[in-house]
């Protein structure tokens, strides 16, 4: 029993210095809109209004109804994310844990930041982390999806919150 137990001991740290240091990556996106914030925020600020500018991902409340603890599922239940930070102008969020997956620590903070009465601006940041990437081209590629993505329904933000 005795030299089981120094094995999985043993099998244990090896696999615990094999595993990749975290590799964390924070990225930022901001857009300007000819909006007051809270007008803007009224548009697109909603926790299921991603389906507003995210064309690709549907949203359905699976707990809560918006505030901290509330649950969304987007793409048919493939991504949950739960809301773990919450203001008048902004949400924070975080995917859980799948057991079996790679866990990146996936966090996403969206706020409508005023600028001045009638102009304010939308900043996105997603907090990953890319080690389980082989590579810094590969992290670098999935940095620049993610950016990409995101931009995109930034420019869908922006034409949602200033059309009249």
Same mark, same amino acid.
């Given at each position: 029993? !005795?030299? !089981? ?21 924070? =990225? ?13 925020? &009224?548009?697109?600020? /909603?926790? $299921?209004? =991603? ?7 549907? $949203? ?8 901290? /603890? *509330?649950?969304?599922?987007?793409? /048919? /239940? @493939?991504?949950?994310?739960?809301? =773990?930070?919450?203001?008048?102008? *902004? ?44 590579? @810094?081209?590969? !992290? ?6 993610? @950016? ?9 933000? !922006?034409?949602? &919150?200033?059309? @009249?």
């Amino acid at each position: 029993m !005795k030299k !089981k137990l120094m094995g999985l001991a043993t099998l244990g740290l090896l696999a615990a210095a094999t595993a990749a240091e975290p590799d964390y990556a924070v =990225i930022r996106m901001e857009i300007d809109i000819a909006r007051p914030a809270a007008e803007v925020w &009224s548009k697109v600020g /909603g926790y $299921c209004d =991603i389906a507003k500018w995210r064309s690709d991902l549907d $949203c359905k409340m699976t707990r809560g109804d918006g505030e901290i /603890g *509330s649950i969304r599922a987007l793409a /048919g /239940g @493939r991504i949950v994310e739960i809301m =773990i930070a919450k203001t008048a102008l *902004s949400y924070g969020y975080t995917q859980p844990a799948v057991e079996g997956k790679f866990f990146n620590m996936y966090h996403g903070f969206m706020e409508a930041v005023p600028v001045n009465a009638r102009n304010s601006k939308i900043i996105y940041t997603l907090f990953i982390d890319e080690s389980d990437k082989p590579d @810094r081209a590969a !992290k670098d590629a999935d940095i620049a999806r993610r @950016r990409s993505t995101f931009e995109a329904a930034l420019k869908t933000m !922006k034409e949602v &919150s200033e059309a @009249r």
